[in-house]
């Protein structure tokens, strides 16, 4: 204040926020060496952010923004002038040099006496490979310069110390690297606290854009796609690792504690807040900011930390970064450490505001405490339980466990050492322990690795229940999730066993990068399908209703993979001016009835375009190719299998004239081929046709055209019914039929009574689709007849519902007690031999039904 006195009469006329815009204006105004004038704005910088804030004009978070702004310039400033002196004639903004700010800089909130913590990086692909070693070398010169503009002590102090250690290998190293050597490290040797790190990154000074895009290619790094619970012991291991080296493992109390390392400290709530960033960012964006306290808040939101918590934790962060400020504004001291003696815990007291000494080192112990009763628990590894003694007569499965790749590493054997007691006493209470473990052994030894989904399990129980549930009743479903266990990350979500949605919307999985769209809507697509078979398994839906939403499910894929394969195609090969496309959904897909392991059946039509029309790519093609090309990228959206797995299989046997006929078929094509040529049962396989996606008229034109064709009464009764008696005659032929279980093929089965109603509508020119509605139309069926088939057709469809969750097989091999009882419990039924009298009596008396209308159809 004494060196400043004239500067500060200026001050006191001025908001705050006024007299630092004028600084930083003064600091972008410096011309040749910065050095002297800068040292001088950092004088008066340091003065009225400390003014502001011990007066209460600015809350500390607004002193932390304030001093950031002027690091940011003063950064800036210097690698300017830096640059100007060794690398005028390089390419581009600042020669593709960016600083970015990491840590407290990175966050906005500098502390009263900070390190700027730095990475500098350039962006190499403006240069030629050759020029590589003459552009860093001028780089290395520019960035020295910069750096000693800002730190060199003179007769006039120092800007800001900084340190560049955060940079990749920092020991063997230049500081100034390529941004792919960058890359290539992390994606290689990334640690966890290097992704901790790079929360809080952002471009300071430079090539701004040019930071801007490397960030965002690391993204993948920092924020890992699935819950990433294996961060909380990496964070523990650095808490421990910090405090022996600082020496803040003992008992510790007020006098002498370090408010940023010690306990309950500054560093504690920041490693808890992007532990818990790290953990969940990736599945959710919302939280991906770099202030401590904005994430908080943002995690409160998301619903991952309790309000109270958060409340607590906040309210000390402010409190300690203002007391930090405090210590650190007597003499520029960079400490953190409070007094250990009387008199100085005295006068910091009275720098907080409070002449009561003891009160203020009581409240201080109290805040310190509470916040280490929230993170410790979080961080420190559970003990591990008590060793279970069941299944010691089976030591022959459990020693081979520890050979399987997921606990190949020691880290991995630890984690499942304290999980292990428990999802053992699961298993053995399920009704057939031997088979249930026997399942969880082929889910073990199927995951690839181990400590992400170890790490899962230890932090959520309830996974450990899930899938002690799974293995006892669907060791099928256990296999599948050992190759796709990043489901697991939904069964976290708050949602996951509410009431299931009457409505899907894929849409947010759309990406203007056609890859990265199918491997979202991938994601999308595993964990909704999952959700519908748990509540399905553990009986929160009825078999009736888990077969409509995984037939909405479907929909909305593939009205997704619908968008996203029409703007593919016209990347490729331009698009048609009035060129317009519908899916035709045929089949289980038509009548909205799906089971867990459906294939889907679809005909592509298209309308709208002249006949001469060509897209306006560089290669022209008509409405029919241009129509054709865009089926084959759609059904590679939906079969081809990925890193993700695939969506549905695809079937386009139902199209006019099968494997013969063109991918895809215009609708007048379409509407003559069904008026004048297709076979009797291509029209029984149209009454169950549904318009499912695409352009919403030319949908609308198709199920008029569907409801014509119907209603024409193309084919003579008799005609109808002698080729429904040959296809049944072929089907017997072919030796496919069922029995228990096997519901779906075999006299009086679900294809016998489908085929029977479609033939029904076709006698009755009827366009109704499903089953029930197809039954009673027209009046060839008594009543009588049409309850017995649609009570026959919905017990077959339920049990096909319920076991195809467990397997996909036709005619399923033994379920396992766990999968038989699972069966009856769903079937409302006392056990699995009741299910299988219950069935085969059931296609009985479809089949009397089926075989006296037919006799009595025919004369």
Request: proline letters at 4%; hydrophobic letters at 45%.
């Amino acid at each position: 204040m004494a060196k400043e006195a004239d500067w500060l009469d200026a001050l006191w006329y001025h908001s705050p926020e006024v007299m630092l815009r004028t600084l930083l204006d003064d600091v972008a105004a410096i011309g040749g060496e910065p050095k002297r004038a800068l040292r001088q704005a950092k004088r008066r910088a340091a003065l009225l952010v400390g003014l502001a804030e011990v007066s209460g004009v600015w809350p500390v978070m607004e002193a932390t923004r304030a001093l950031t702004r002027f690091a940011d310039a003063a950064l800036d400033k210097c690698l300017t002038f830096a640059l100007g002196r060794h690398g005028a004639d390089l390419v581009g903004p600042s020669g593709g040099l960016v600083a970015l700010a990491m840590g407290k800089m990175g966050a906005g909130e500098l502390n009263y006496s900070s390190d700027i913590d730095l990475i500098l990086l350039f962006d190499e692909a403006r240069y030629a490979p050759s020029d590589y070693a003459m552009v860093r070398a001028k780089l290395l010169k520019a960035a020295r310069l910069a750096l000693a503009q800002m730190s060199d002590i003179t007769a006039d102090g120092y800007v800001f110390r900084t340190d560049l250690r955060l940079r990749p290998d920092p020991s063997s190293t230049p500081i100034v690297l390529s941004m792919e050597t960058a890359e290539r490290y992390y994606e290689a040797m990334g640690r966890t606290w290097e992704r901790a790190a790079w929360i809080k990154a952002r471009p300071a000074a430079g090539d701004l854009e040019a930071g801007a895009a490397f960030i965002q290619r690391l993204a993948p790094f920092v924020w890992r796609r699935h819950l990433d619970y294996a961060v909380v012991e990496d964070a523990h291991d650095m808490r421990l690792r910090i405090r022996d080296h600082k020496g803040f493992g003992a008992a510790w109390d007020v006098p002498g504690h370090h408010l940023k390392l010690g306990q309950g400290g500054i560093r504690e709530i920041e490693f808890f807040t992007q532990t818990h960033q790290i953990i969940s960012g990736g599945r959710d964006p919302s939280l991906r900011s770099p202030q401590t306290l904005e994430a908080l808040d943002r995690l409160v939101a998301a619903g991952w930390v309790e309000p109270d918590a958060a409340r607590i934790l906040s309210v000390t962060y402010r409190t300690l970064r203002s007391m930090e400020h405090r210590l650190q504004m007597v003499q520029d001291a960079q400490t953190h450490s409070v007094p250990k003696d009387a008199e100085g815990i005295r006068r910091l007291a009275c720098f907080m505001g409070t002449d009561d000494a003891d009160g203020f080192v009581e409240d201080l112990r109290s805040r310190l405490q509470a916040v280490e009763a929230i993170t410790d628990p979080r961080f420190r590894p559970r003990d591990p339980a008590p060793a279970s003694d069941v299944f010691l007569n089976r030591r022959d499965v459990l020693d081979r466990w520890q050979t399987y790749p997921a606990l190949r590493s020691d880290r991995a054997r630890q984690i499942f050492t304290r999980i292990r007691p428990g999802l053992l006493r699961r298993l053995a209470s399920a009704a057939r322990p031997d088979e249930a473990l026997a399942a969880f052994d082929g889910f073990l030894a199927g995951l690839p690795a181990g400590v992400q989904i170890l790490s899962l399990f230890d932090a959520h129980p309830i996974l450990i229940e899930l899938v002690g549930e799974i293995c006892a009743v669907a060791p099928d479903l256990a296999r599948y999730l050992a190759q796709n266990a990043a489901v697991f990350d939904a069964v976290i979500a708050g949602d996951f066993l509410a009431p299931l949605p009457q409505d899907y919307d894929a849409n947010l999985c759309l990406s203007d990068d056609f890859e990265q769209c199918l491997e979202a809507v991938r994601r999308w697509h595993r964990e909704a399908h999952f959700r519908i078979g748990v509540h399905l398994l553990r009986g929160l839906v009825p078999p009736d209703e888990a077969a409509r939403q995984y037939a909405r499910l479907a929909d909305a894929v593939l009205r997704t993979c619908w968008v996203a394969a029409e703007g593919e195609t016209a990347r490729r090969y331009g698009r048609i001016a009035g060129l317009r496309l519908a899916g035709l959904g045929m089949g289980s897909l038509g009548v909205g009835s799906l089971t867990a392991r459906s294939d889907l059946d679809l005909v592509v039509l298209h309308d709208g375009a002249a006949a001469d029309a060509l897209s306006d790519g560089r290669r022209g093609l008509g409405p029919g190719q241009w129509a054709a090309k865009f089926t084959q990228v759609l059904i590679t959206a939906l079969n081809a299998p990925m890193g993700d797995g695939r969506l549905y299989e695809v079937d386009m046997r139902l199209r006019p004239s099968g494997r013969q006929g063109p991918l895809a078929t215009s609708l007048s094509a379409f509407r003559s081929y069904q008026a004048e040529a297709a076979w009797v049962w291509e029209h029984m396989a149209l009454t169950r046709a549904r318009a499912v996606a695409g352009d919403a008229d030319l949908r609308s034109m198709t199920e008029a055209a569907r409801v014509e064709v119907l209603g024409a009464g193309r084919f003579a009764p008799a005609t109808i019914l002698e080729d429904l008696v040959d296809m049944r005659r072929r089907l017997a032929d072919a030796k496919v039929g069922g029995q228990g279980i096997a519901v779906k093929t075999g006299p009086g089965r679900l294809q016998d009574i489908e085929l029977l109603a479609q033939a029904n509508t076709l006698l009755a020119g009827s366009s109704a689709r499903d089953v029930q509605a197809q039954l009673v139309v027209g009046t060839w069926l008594t009543e009588a007849e049409q309850q017995t088939l649609f009570q026959s057709h919905q017990h077959l469809s339920r049990v096909q519902q319920v076991v195809r969750l467990l397997t996909g097989d036709e005619v399923p091999a033994s379920l396992g007690t766990g999968g038989e009882g699972f069966v009856a419990r769903s079937l409302g039924l006392p056990d699995f031999e009741a299910v299988v009298a219950a069935s085969d009596a059931a296609a009985e008396a479809a089949q009397v039904v089926i075989e006296g209308a037919l006799a009595r159809g025919l004369g």
